[in-house]
């Protein structure tokens, strides 16, 4: 057994396989177009046949490491799928405001990027959660359902959920997920805590802004004492 590892980075235009023996040492380089409709098909073909031109057998690859600008891309040309935003009513505007931090400090006109999500596809839901988790406004649901339906009827292709303190405590974002997803089972939905399961809301809005998850399986919470 050799001990290969493997690197994949998908790009736009091209996928690259490299495959690196540490103990040669040797490179095994390969390239491949990068096939938008499924990045795997490419990935695959450029695996197959490296490992065939090289003679590799597939169990001497004990690492693989893969990486993709593709998902850069799309946020920087802005090309990713149509998303709305829900949220704990009062937090419509904090992935707008964010932390208020400027890269020219002393410019007075300065204009910041506009948000991934514009605030027309923003939408509040009446919900909250204490610091600790605890359930503090219970989670209206036919609420939630009336903002998701005007959502699917401005053409949004995919929902980001993130809900105040959800990081200590995920029900109210589980919940929203699971409704959604029954009524409308073609739309890509997701949640903060799946991302970012951590305290401050502009982060984990934002990482959820930049996300499509096309499924989501809700996970069992124990909570914990404050």
């Known amino acids: 057994m050799r001990n290969l590892s493997l690197g994949i980075d998908i790009g736009d235009t091209f996928t690259d396989i490299v495959i690196y023996d540490p103990n040669a040492p040797e490179v ?5 177009l990068t096939t938008p409709e499924d990045l795997s098909i490419a990935v695959l073909s450029g695996v197959i046949q490296l490992l065939s ?3 590799i057998k597939p169990k001497d690859i004990v690492r693989v490491v893969h990486a993709t600008t593709v998902f850069t891309n799309a946020l ?35 204009q910041m990027p506009e948000p991934l999500i514009p605030r027309s596809l923003r939408r509040e ?42 990081y200590a405590n995920p029900v109210h974002e589980n919940r929203a997920v699971v409704l959604i997803s029954e009524k409308y089972p073609d739309l890509a939905v997701s949640a903060s805590f799946e991302v970012a399961p ?29």
């Not at 095994?28 to 491949?32: A, H, L, N, R």
């Not at 990482?207 to 404050?226: A, E, V």
């Open 198 to 226: 951590e305290i401050r809301e502009y982060e984990r809005c934002r990482l959820r802004s930049n996300t499509s998850l096309r499924s989501f399986h809700p996970k069992p919470f124990i909570p914990t004492m404050c």
């Open 28 to 32: 095994y380089i390969s390239k491949e």
């Open 53 to 55: 031109r090289e003679s």
């Open 76 to 110: 920087i040309e802005r090309k990713g799928a149509k998303t709305g935003l829900i949220t704990t009513q009062g937090f419509r505007d904090g992935l707008e405001i964010g932390r208020e931090r400027k890269y020219e400090l002393y410019d007075l006109f300065i």
């Open 125 to 166: 839901v009446p919900e909250r959660l204490g610091e600790c988790g605890r359930v503090e406004i219970p989670l209206d649901e036919t609420k939630l359902m009336q903002e998701v339906d005007d959502l699917f009827r401005c053409g949004v292709e995919s929902i980001a959920v993130v809900f105040l303190n959800s």
